[in-house]
């Protein structure tokens, strides 16, 4: 299925109360927010994390049918610290594997009354087809295909939120591989809810929207011309496992082109932050010494994470 033409419907019920979190186009402002600032009060003044027990009794699943560090972890963590029990399905061994149907498993998981399912896939749209297919257990998107990674986006907006004093006037930068990228197409959708203007996108044109969709998104082939004057740069990883060989880019030429450099970062507001959802590829999209530099908020963003993980699950669990 084409990342546009799926809807995110089913995440809200009759009277609109969010029951699953599939994708942030289409939902409603006061649902973002909600989750930003129950993620604010998760954390305290200098910045760390809160425990809750929201979550006391409850069941969280993590489901990863591709390959994740920080997502999974900071989901387990997040579970954790609301006082919910976890398990991580060893999908490797799991039946499916015997050929039972995503369905079945998902039906053999929830009869074992586990009350949330965070699901990861390759294929767009297949937590969403989850949730339209099971009543009684919360699905959270935790990246499917290209299409979506609705966390991944709120934890950005809550670390740019954190900097930066309104959506409003910002200019952001999303540089790399935006065609192939979950958290582009999220981050883009967070962004327009919340007022965001001017979101340039900067990569060569093969690494850009195939579609014609978003018309109002500025693009740029040129970082220089692209960077000037931005507040954020959020600069994305090159999905190789999504290319066919012949789009893999040279990461010499690649890192001259497009990669954020102490140089090019100076094209930017003094003040501008520098994101990456990991993981960082260094010295192809980003130079070391700008990952590890003063405006670098990587580390700020996986801290976020978790605390926008904990506040996602305990609105779904609020719902249940
Ligand atoms: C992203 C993902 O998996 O979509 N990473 C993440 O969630 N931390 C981005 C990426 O893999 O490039």
Redesign the pocket.
Known sequence: MKPDTISNDCQLNSSGKLIHLLGLKDLPKKHLENILDSADGLLSKNGNLKKSKALKGMSVANLFF?P????RNTFEIAAKRSSANTINVDLENSATRKNETLMDTMQTLKAMQIDMFII?HKKNGLPHHVAANIEGVAIIN??DGINA?PT?ALLDMLTIRQYKQSFENLSVAIVG?VRH???ARSGIHALKTLGTKDIRLIAPAYLLYKETTSPDLERFDNLQKGLEGVDIIMS??L?KERMVAAEIPNEKNYFENYGITNETLKLAKPDAIVMH???VNRGIEVDSSVADGPQSVILKQVTN?IAVRMAAMEVLAGAL
């Open positions: 591709e994740s560090t920080r997502t990861r935790a990246g990674h991944q591989d990228s979950r958290v994305l990883r999905q959802p990991g993981p994470g």
